[in-house]
C-alpha cells in the first residue's frame, strides 16, 4: 500500500477543525484548532452578523470538517441553529461545566476561543439540550408569568413601605387580605387622609399594582391553555400528583426539563434542579412522611393511576435517601434508611418543622388544629 493511500491518507486529505466561539452581542471571536495542530491556526474576531460569519465559515471549511461549539449565554440558540442550517455541526456547552486550571487569572475573548477549542476536541466540555424554536416560546411565557409575579412582590413593598412613611399602617389584620384592600382603594379617594401629593404617588403605585396584577391573571388563562397542550398535558398531569406541585408549578418543570430521559438516576435530576433531599428537624421532634392531601386527590382524579401510585412512592422514597458518601442511587437495595420516630401526641403544643417552614397543607392543618384543641 503506498504511503499516500489508505485511511492515514484519508485523515490528512479531511482532517477535523474545532472550532471555539466566544460569543458576544456585538462580535464573536472564532479559534479554529486543527485536529493535529498544538495551537490554533486561526484567530479572528467577526462582528456579530450571521452573513459575515457564513463567509467565514464557508473558508474554513476548504481546509476540513468543521466542529463549533460556544457557551450557552444570553445570546441563545439562534447561532446553533444557524450552523446547523448551514450544514455545520454546533453544540452550546454547559458555563458551569468548563474545566478550570487552578491560578489561571487571564481572562479575554481569543483566550476563552482557544481554550474551548481545545477542551472541545479533548472532550471535556458537556454539552446541553437545545430546545426546539416551540419549546423555547411556550417556556419563555411560563418565564414571563414568573417575571410579573416578582414585579408584584416590588409593587407591594413600594405601597407599603411608602404609606409607612406616611404614617399609614393597616392594623386590623393581614396585609393584602380582603379589608386591606379595600382599604387600599379608600385611600385613591378624595376621601382619605392623605395630602394631595402623596394621593398623587399613591395612586400610580397602586395603579401600576393593579396593573401587574391584570397582566400576571392574563398569563395564568394563557399558560393554563397552553398546558392543555399534547405536547405539554401528559407531563403536566403526571406533575400534579405529587404533592404541592400545582398547574403553573408543573409547567415550569416541564417547560424547563422537556426531556427527562436525560437524567439516568433521580440524583441527577435533583443535582440540575439544584435541590438536596433531607430532613429539616430538631430536638424531640420529626418531619412526619408526606401524605396525599384532598388537593392533590382532586388532580390526580383524572390522571392514570400508575402515576399517581409513582408519586406517592417518589415522595416516600425521599425518606430513604443514600447517605452522604454513600455509592448508591435511589433505587438501588442498599440506600440506608433514615429512622422513623413516631409522630407527636395530641397533647403537643408543637407540630413538627412543616408549621415552620409554613408549607402546611390541608390536611396538615386539619391534624395542627386538632393538636391545639384544649
Known sequence: MSPTTGPAAAVIAHPIIYLGMDVHKDSITMAALP????????LDKLPNELPKLRRWLDRAARDGELRACYKASGAGYVLHRALLEWGYACEVIAPSLIPKRPGVQRKHDKRDAADLARLYRAGELTAV???????????????CRETFQREIHKSRHYILKFLARRGFVFRE?????T???????????EGSLL???????????HALLLYKLQRRDDLDREIERLAELPMWKPAVA??????????????VLATEIVDWRRFERPSQLACYLG???????SGDSSDNPPAPSPTSGRRSSGSISASTTSAIASSRRSRRLPSPGSSSDFSGPSCRTLRRRQPPSHDRRSWSGVWRRGSMCEHSRRRYAACRTP
Not at 485536529?35 to 486561526?42: F, I
Not at 430546545?131 to 419563555?140: C, G, K, L, S
Not at 389584620?173 to 387580605?177: M, P
Request: proline content about 6%; charged content about 30%.
Open 173 to 177: 389584620g393581614t396585609n393584602w387580605c
Open 35 to 42: 485536529q493535529m495542530a498544538k495551537a490554533p491556526t486561526r
Open 179 to 189: 379589608p386591606h384592600l379595600k382599604w387600599l382603594q379608600h385611600l385613591t379617594t
Open 275 to 281: 435541590l438536596v433531599s433531607r430532613e429539616d428537624s
Open 129 to 143: 439540550r437545545i430546545p426546539t424554536e416551540a419549546e423555547e416560546r411556550v417556556r419563555d411565557v411560563v418565564r
Open 238 to 251: 403526571r406533575l400534579q400528583c405529587f404533592r404541592g406541585i400545582s398547574l403553573h408549578s408543573a409547567m
Open 195 to 205: 395630602a394631595p401629593h402623596d394621593r398623587l404617588v399613591f395612586r400610580e403605585y
